[in-house]
């Protein structure tokens, strides 16, 4: 094969992954929406069962005091965990992308989901709106970050592990 029709090839070929990546997104972000709005509302729930005493705090007082009243800082709150769960979803394509590493997947998909988040938690108030703040939720969202990739990261080596084992079975047999 000659060097023309070979790189004609690699083309179809990018293109089409391209192609698939793109659906990927798309679906995933179509799923990731009401994925963020249900998990945003969770965590309001869970917050309001640890630390409210028995009444439901939908949100901070600072973002309804920002926003005018209540439901307004609920529907916008809502709206913006809808936008996280799009995001988290959307780049997790990241970790089909064979022909990148791991160090690269990772520090990647950290980033753009760092540069979703941060503007999200400033906006909502769920941090304090000074450095001191930005640096404390930043270190807080990148230590949950590091205990679920490491989770995730044990988990899969388990099932590599198993299917290892699987595979060595049926070779003897």
């Known amino acids: 094969m000659y060097q023309g029709a ?3 090839e690699l083309k179809k070929y990018w ?23 249900a998990l945003g509302y969770l965590i309001t729930i869970i917050i309001s069962l640890r ?16 926003m005018g009243n209540e439901i307004n800082a609920v529907i916008l709150q809502a ?6 769960g799009v995001g ?5 394509v990241i970790w089909e992308i064979d022909h990148w590493g791991l160090v690269k997947q990772t520090g990647i998909y950290f980033f753009i ?15 304090e709106h000074s450095l001191t703040g930005f640096l404390r939720y930043f ?3 990148g230590l949950i970050f590091v205990i679920v990739w490491a989770v995730q990261f044990i988990i899969g080596k388990h099932n590599v592990k198993k299917m290892n084992v699987g595979l060595h079975k049926t070779k003897r047999e």
């Open 139 to 141: 270190g807080i969202f």
């Open 88 to 92: 988290f979803a959307a780049s997790s």
């Open 51 to 66: 630390w409210a005493d028995g009444y439901y705090v939908p949100c901070v007082p600072e973002l309804i005091t920002f």
């Open 15 to 37: 293109e089409y992954e391209v192609k698939i990546m793109k659906k990927k997104i798309m679906l995933r972000s179509i799923l990731g929406f009401p994925l963020g709005m």
């Open 6 to 8: 070979m790189y004609l």
């Open 113 to 127: 989901v760092s540069v979703i988040m941060m503007p999200i938690a400033y906006v909502t108030y769920w941090m």
């Open 79 to 84: 709206f913006l965990c809808g936008l996280l």
